[in-house]
């Protein structure tokens, strides 16, 4: 196993991770924008790093140092020289900060949270798992059998796994469907007896019709009663998830690589645009070999030089691995990056694990809210991972195909008679793709399309 990528490997022993370690998986975590807040941060706190571009630091730079430890100044004195950053880097300098405003993500205020109620690294890697594989809304749409398979993992433990993320904020999270969001939120207040978690549990279909009256015969109780039920129901969130979105029309995607054809061969390359390069202040490692410095002022440069080294260290890891990861999906999605979206292939993360030499949980964390731009548009990465079936022909095709299908048939049937799942069952059959109705009936929820009798206009 490349020794480069050790870093991020599956640790087996039952202890804690070390600050480091999580530190380490926080940044091959975080996406483009989350991560350029991140070294934001680190270069505000760590005098000893600086942007790449930038000219070394020295003279006035070093006010900043002064006003955080103010026993140096009484070391430099007030005369202090050296040279001066010029103004044209400090304004690119102050334009990454002042760029740097970004809410933190999903997946990784949901990992923050897990750090804080489980220590068991087992447990742990199939939580991550999980977390990484949300969809925007904050549902679960891989099934545990496939989970338990790709991590090599007892179902069993993968289930607690899975009741451990539901157990985090937002309540609803991780659910795998909408009746389960719901029931999760209502567990969350204690509603677990009440009118609206047997409405839920029994009758939401009839609710999804409508049928108040019908579930108030059934459950033998007033109109009234089910009518405070279901406003009590609506005022839960169906996409806990949703959250974390912010403004969909304000919502920025920072590309992490890009793939070109270069020479009849496809090339990815990572965005040095987005992540700038940063190296160690040679002025101020200086001090550190100077023999007659205060102790202290060389304990707290040496400090911080192994911080940023770290740092350094992390990014350049997370750079190697997504780069190992995209060239992996290349090779295995080549009719895709040569013929477009319609010749997606099933893939798994265990296959290109596999294929580069790691766990499945690091591609899982490297994949997590990334996007490659190609030719044929921007997509995450996340999208080039899916499940398939084998066609009539022998032909493999990719989940994501089917999805689309059943998109383009909805987006063409006639609004006045649409299609049923059923319907759509026959239509894809014709097409040599056999699913069972309640596989369309997933993929439908999954696309946040309405069934056929809401979706009817007179």
Sequence with gaps: MSTS???????????????????????????????SAIIQQELLSNPLLEMSEDKPLGGQSIE????????????????????????????????????????????????KQLSLVCTDNTLLEAAHYIIGNLDDRGFLNTELENIAHELGLPYGLVEKALELVQSLDPPGIAAR???????????????????????????????????????AKQLKVNLKQVQEAVESIRSLNPFPGSKYRGDE???????????????????????????PRLRINHYYESLLGQQDKDPYLKNYL????????FLIKCLKMRESTLLRVAEAIIQSQEDFFNFGPHSLKPLTMSEIAKKIDVHETTVSRAIANKYIKTPHGIFELKYFFNSGFQKETGEFVANQIVKEAIERLIRNEDPKSPLSDQQIVALLAKEGIKMARRTIAKYRAHLKILPSHLRRTS
């Design 249 to 275: 029309k304000e919502k920025i995607i920072q590309v992490d690589l890009i793939v070109v054809k270069e020479a009849g061969s496809w090339k990815v390359y990572f965005n040095e645009e987005v992540i």
């Design 177 to 215: 469907n909408l009746s389960e969001c719901l029931l999760l939120q209502l567990k969350a207040l204690g509603k677990e007896n009440s009118l609206e978690f047997r409405i839920v549990s029994e009758y939401l279909t009839l609710l999804e019709k409508k049928k108040l009256s019908e579930i």
């Design 302 to 309: 040496k400090e911080k030089k192994r911080s940023g080294l």
């Design 64 to 111: 900043g140092l002064l006003q955080e430890k103010e026993k140096w100044y009484d070391y430099l004195g007030p005369n202090f020289e050296g040279s001066q950053r010029s103004t044209e880097d400090e304004k690119k300098r102050q334009f990454f900060f002042d760029s740097q405003v970004v809410p933190e993500s999903m997946v990784t205020e949901l990992s």
């Design 5 to 35: 990528l050790g870093l991020y490997q599956s640790i087996k022993l039952h202890q804690a991770l070390s600050p480091q370690m999580q530190h380490s998986l926080t940044i091959l975590q975080a996406p483009a924008v989350e991560l």
